[in-house]
């Protein structure tokens, strides 16, 4: 008999993170021959961001925690190692997410969960 637990993935989706997180809870639960049922929640990693627009990404990080390039190696390295193809040489704006989690909230409601989930994947 398989073992089946439910989780509850609170996550952004544009945080590369969380991305990793959701891989490695998913590899796991094959690894261990679990069912898994996700159910994710929403959280907000820049809530300050203008809605429209974003910022320029290099721009906010430097800000935040100096020269970026570091950082962005370190987590490609890391979502390389678990299969995940990263490139932030591809990426310039940090885009605000409240308009994507607003669209899976109304998903969640209209019964259609299963759009949602294989679109943060």
Do not use: W
């Not at 809530?47 to 490609?76: C, H, I, M, S, T």
């Not at 940090?94 to 294989?118: C, G, M, V, W």
């Amino acid at each position: 008999m398989r073992m089946s637990v439910s989780v509850t993935f609170v996550g952004d989706y544009v945080c590369p993170f969380c991305l990793i997180g959701l891989r490695r809870l998913e590899l796991a639960a094959k690894n261990l021959g679990v069912d898994v049922e996700i159910a994710f929640g929403p959280f907000l990693l820049d809530p300050q961001l203008p809605a429209d627009q974003g910022q320029d990404l290099r721009a906010r990080l430097r800000q935040k925690y100096g020269d970026p390039a570091p950082l962005f190696a370190r987590v490609e390295q890391i979502a390389r190692a678990d299969g995940i193809a990263l490139d932030f040489a591809r990426v310039e704006r940090a885009p605000s997410t409240r308009r994507a989690h607003a669209l899976a909230d109304f998903a969640a409601a209209q019964d259609k969960n299963d759009l949602i989930n294989s679109l943060s994947r």
